[in-house]
């Protein structure tokens, strides 16, 4: 059975930057698509980003492009999510997600697409 783990969250000024890790185990995801969600504060979970397998795609969502970077370390089994010039509606719970086996090239935005997640790592964003 894969586990995913979430590590990095923390309390941060608007501005200030963190880096979220997504630790897999039980197997190897090499075929995996790998994703972020985030869940704020009484609303609905919603996609954040998500990067293929083979790394040559990669999909943000609008309220994140050119501040947050997904990437992926297939030899530690790990995925990373370097969140720069936070802003307060950044703050939620983040989950990350993957995929049992997809494309090379392939990613969702949809939840009902993956089959592992994580419990999430809370980021909070102060103004």
């Not at 293929?52 to 501040?67: H, L």
């Not at 086996?101 to 102060?126: A, C, F, I």
Request: proline residues 3%; hydrophobic residues 30%.
């Amino acid at each position: 059975q894969v586990q995913l783990v979430e590590s990095g969250g923390g309390w941060v000024q608007a501005g200030g930057s963190l880096r979220l890790s997504c630790a897999a185990s039980g197997r190897t995801l090499s075929r995996s698509t790998r994703a972020w969600f985030r869940q704020p504060p009484g609303k609905e979970r919603e996609f954040v980003a998500a990067i293929s397998w083979n790394s040559r795609t990669t999909d943000y969502v609008d309220s994140v492009k050119g501040r947050f970077t997904i990437s992926s370390d297939d030899r530690k089994n790990t995925e990373h999510l370097q969140m720069n010039n936070l802003k307060p509606e950044d703050t939620a719970l983040y989950s990350c997600a993957a995929t049992s086996l997809s494309p090379g090239s392939y990613t969702s935005r949809e939840e009902k697409d993956y089959n592992y997640w994580g419990r999430g790592t809370q980021v909070t964003v102060s103004s």
